[in-house]
């Protein structure tokens, strides 16, 4: 009465205890939901069990049906060959030689037989006047008293044309000693009458076969030492089994069972699921014997582990009971929420503010602390930019030195041999090619004026080369007003010329396309000059993957510069710059065949890169 009456005062007077109550009866009904479906979950489960191993049972169960209605099959064949039994009939009037020969060609037939079924471990032949057994496994031998074997007077008993499958035991004596590999305790036989339609004839064949072929079967239907499998013949004399041990009594009321069926026993131990599967073609039947524990192995983990959630679940709940009686759990999960958000980060994320206490002044700071963040990012981003795109320019106003230098070196040669004759034209397009690359701060040019920029170059290299090799453009004419970034082919012309044209004795030639694809854009520089190893093919390509819009590092001047592929790598660092992501540059190469590289840059983007140039 104490205690009840001290609960009701602490009812009344204690609000965290009256959270906690209400909270508590808030979780009953998960538990009992809880509970409710974790035994129906293994009830289920069971089923489901029981019905995948019934569908894969009745699977293996066709499967020795097949194996066994073929066997039958081939001994009625054999059995019925007019050419085995006519030999084995003339047999008696023969001589020995004679005989032999006679044996030695129906052996044969029944080799040939036999090597095309693996299955089969051998075919024999019982000679019953003579008493020779042919068989494939050990030839002919001659058997003293044969007819008195237990076997063969259990076959002569039968119909004529039935078959009779013997399986030998380990226990079973009565078998000759020399006929062990037929009637061996690792293997059952097929015995049947030959030419049953003459009744003075009584020679036998004998088809065996290895029990581990019969195992392979079914030994798939068991995952576990504790599951065994059993397979039956139509006389429930048992055939092969998974296990060695004993086959428990209790099997003896499920033998006698007709048609298939799951049934639930107990041994001495544990209670078991009976699952048997018989053959309405053959009579023979496959039984499953699986404890019960086995099945509900995989859901006991989730059992135990539902009874932990359970217990955690009672605690968490007196514990946020305590939190919110004290009234400080929602401006905590506000701000953590914007704290998880700014990790993420999104930087627009603004707390609401709603309290006028020390977590109103907490989440009022937070949100100015995001908003400078957001500003302090904003900025260094737009000076990293500016400052890639500056370096950028700088670059493209660095024309090559080597080809300056042997332009010069070619003039003066030139001047030395012709003493006037081309040396005019290789300056006056050296000069155009300087005039138009500089274009008074101009980054974008038209297809047409890239293509008369790129010819001024490629006169002066073939003046150099002495038309070591021909220029062709393929240019479709929808492409001529396409803007596009100054100075994205020469690089690649330019190693076309260095590394592929320039080691080519002759014949060599260089061709630069232009065509718009599905909304794309498409430039090629091919070559059919040396090409590149494969390896170092593979070297450049993992180079050019590392290059995206976000290394801004790559092109601000952080990281060290790339002398090996720089001039790949600048031009595909300056495509993501400046038509972002979708722009690409790719390079295939064949070794002695040449290289071609492409770029694709989306149709749209390059417009608006043309409309950006002209607002700056």
């Known amino acids: 009465m104490k205690l009840l009456n001290w609960f009701a005062n602490r009812w009344v007077e204690s609000l965290q205890l009256r959270l906690t109550i209400y909270f508590l009866l808030i979780l009953v009904p998960l538990v009992f939901v809880s509970l409710f479906a974790n035994f129906e979950s293994r009830s289920i489960l069971e089923q489901q069990v029981s019905e995948r191993i019934q569908n894969a049972m009745v699977g293996a169960m066709e499967y020795i049906d097949l194996t066994v209605q073929n066997v039958e099959e081939l001994s009625m064949i054999i059995a019925m060959d007019s050419n085995i039994n006519q030999k084995l009939t003339q047999v008696e009037a023969k001589t020995r030689h004679e005989s032999n020969y006679d044996f030695s060609q129906v052996l044969s037939s029944i080799s040939n037989i036999s090597s095309i079924n693996p299955l089969l471990s051998q075919i024999s032949i019982l000679h019953a006047s003579s008493g020779t057994v042919l068989s494939t496994k050990f030839g002919g031998k001659r058997i003293d008293n044969i007819k008195n074997q237990p076997w063969y007077m259990e076959i002569q008993s039968t119909n004529k044309g039935a078959g009779i499958w013997l399986i030998p035991r380990q226990d079973q004596p009565g078998y000759d000693i020399e006929l062990q590999s037929i009637f061996s305790p690792t293997s059952i ?46 006389n429930q004399q048992l055939v092969a089994a998974t296990t060695d041990e004993p086959m428990p009594a209790m099997m003896e009321d499920y033998q006698n069972i007709q048609g298939s069926t799951i049934q639930t026993a107990m041994d001495s131990q544990h209670e078991l699921i009976v699952t048997r599967i018989h053959s309405k073609e053959t009579g023979w ?73 020390d977590f109103g002044n907490v989440t009022r700071s ?25 370096e950028l320019r700088l670059l493209q106003s660095q024309i090559n030195p080597h080809f300056l230098y042997n332009t010069l070196d070619s003039i003066y040669w030139k001047a030395e041999n012709y003493e006037a004759g081309e040396i005019s034209e290789m300056v006056l397009n050296l000069s155009k090619f300087f005039r138009t690359s500089l274009s008074k701060g101009k980054d974008v040019f038209t297809i047409q004026e890239t293509m008369e920029h790129l010819n001024y170059y490629l006169t002066v290299q073939r003046l150099r080369y002495a038309d070591h090799f021909v220029v062709k453009f393929d240019v479709e004419e929808s492409c001529n007003h396409v803007p596009l970034l100054k100075l994205i082919l020469q690089p690649l012309v330019e190693n076309a010329i260095l590394h592929g044209l320039e080691k080519k004795s002759e014949g060599g030639e260089l061709l630069i ?52 592929f720089f001039g790949l790598r ?20 064949t070794l002695n065949f040449g290289t071609v590289i492409t770029i694709s840059i989306p149709l749209q983007s390059c417009y608006e890169l043309e409309t950006g140039q002209e607002e700056d």
Request: charged share 25%; net charge positive.
């Open 189 to 234: 036989t097929l015995m049947r009458l030959m030419d049953y339609f003459n009744p003075d004839v009584s020679n036998v064949v004998m088809i065996t076969i290895n029990k581990q072929k019969l195992l392979q079967m079914i030994s798939n239907l068991s995952n576990s030492k504790e599951e065994k499998v059993y397979l039956f013949n139509e």
């Open 285 to 357: 039947s496959v039984v499953l014997v699986q404890p019960v524990q086995t099945i509900h192995a995989p859901s006991n983990n989730l059992r135990k582990f539902t009874y932990y959630i359970i217990a955690v679940s009672i605690l968490l709940t007196v514990i946020i009971a305590w939190v919110v009686y004290r009234g400080i759990s929602s401006p905590l999960a506000s701000l953590a929420y914007g704290m998880k958000q700014m990790r993420q980060g999104n930087l627009n994320t603004r707390l609401p503010i709603d309290r006028r206490d």
């Open 366 to 390: 937070f949100n100015d602390m995001v908003k400078e963040h957001r500003h302090l990012i904003k900025n260094n981003y737009e000076q990293q930019l500016l400052m890639a795109k500056t």
């Open 513 to 564: 396309s232009c065509k718009v694809q599905d909304e794309t854009l498409i430039l090629k520089v091919e070559d059919n000059g040396k090409g590149i190893e494969s390896n170092r093919l593979h070297a450049i390509r993992q180079e050019l993957a590392k290059v995206s819009y976000n290394d801004y590092k790559g092109f601000s001047g952080i990281q060290p510069v790339y002398h090996e």
């Open 570 to 589: 600048n031009v595909k660092a300056r495509l993501k710059l400046f038509y972002k992501e979708q722009a690409d540059l790719t390079i295939d190469s």
